[in-house]
């Protein structure tokens, strides 16, 4: 299955990673120490990744575009609509 989209929850230590395929089927949903992040960006075949916009997220996304993935930072007044439920870093990823 093709990953197509990546949403990507940034924390001082675990990082939570949401990817979807292009038919928006949850391929996986999964915490990611800081030292696996970029390892694991590099496996996978690039494609866009959305995150919320926050102080380091403009350093991580210079890191991923490196990797040739296409960064798109979100003001969090923006995904805040897409929190389905309550606040956790697996539910803010999927948004």
């Excluded at 923006?78 to 929190?83: A, E, F, G, L």
């Amino acid at each position: 299955m093709q990953v197509t989209t990546i949403g990507l929850d940034l924390a001082k230590n675990v990082f939570q990673v949401h990817g979807i395929t292009q038919g928006e089927e949850v391929v996986f949903n999964r915490p990611l120490r800081r030292a696996q992040l970029l390892p694991f960006f590099s496996k996978i075949e690039p494609c866009l990744i959305g995150m919320e916009a926050c102080s380091s997220a403009h350093h991580w996304a210079r890191e991923l575009t490196a990797l040739g993935h296409e960064v798109r930072l979100i003001p969090p007044i923006y995904v805040k609509p897409y929190v389905k439920r309550g606040k956790s870093d697996a539910i803010d990823a999927a948004a």
